[in-house]
Nanobody, 118 residues
Framework: QVQLVESGGGLIQEGGSLRLSCVAS????????MGWYRQAPGTQRELVAT???????TYADSVKGRFTISRDNAANTVALQMNSLKPADTGVYYC????????????WGQGTQVTVSS
């Protein structure tokens, strides 16, 4: 059984910062790609940022320059540092990991709520 557990969400004022963390646990060989997605009410889930095992990040245009994704392969964790938060960043943030067991399967966390007030 593989689990992804997120933490670090909450209520923050516009301009503030939050750090999200996600840890993968269970039996698996390795984790290839890890990332963060978000979903606001009434909208589709959208990509926020991803990071390869080698540490190469990609970001949605809306968060470039404000968010930083990082990972620790030894600890099976991925983090998202969010600065200069805006009300438009409000939503449920989900961690996703492409996990090899050894066949690769995508897993999702349960989500953590981020609310940015103006």
């Amino acid at each position: 059984q593989v689990q992804l557990v997120e933490s670090g969400g909450g209520l923050i004022q516009e301009g503030g910062s939050l750090r999200l963390s996600c840890v993968a646990s269970g039996s698996f060989t390795s984790i290839r790609l890890m990332g963060w997605y978000r979903q606001a009410p009434g909208t589709q889930r959208e990509l926020v940022a991803t990071i390869t095992r080698d540490g190469n990040p990609t970001y949605a245009d809306s968060v470039k320059g404000r968010f930083t994704i990082s990972r620790d392969n030894a600890a099976n964790t991925v983090a998202l540092q969010m600065n200069s938060l805006k009300p438009a960043d409000t939503g449920v943030y989900y961690c996703k990991a492409h996990i090899r067991r050894p066949l690769e399967v995508p897993y999702w966390g349960q989500g953590t709520q981020v609310t940015v007030s103006s």
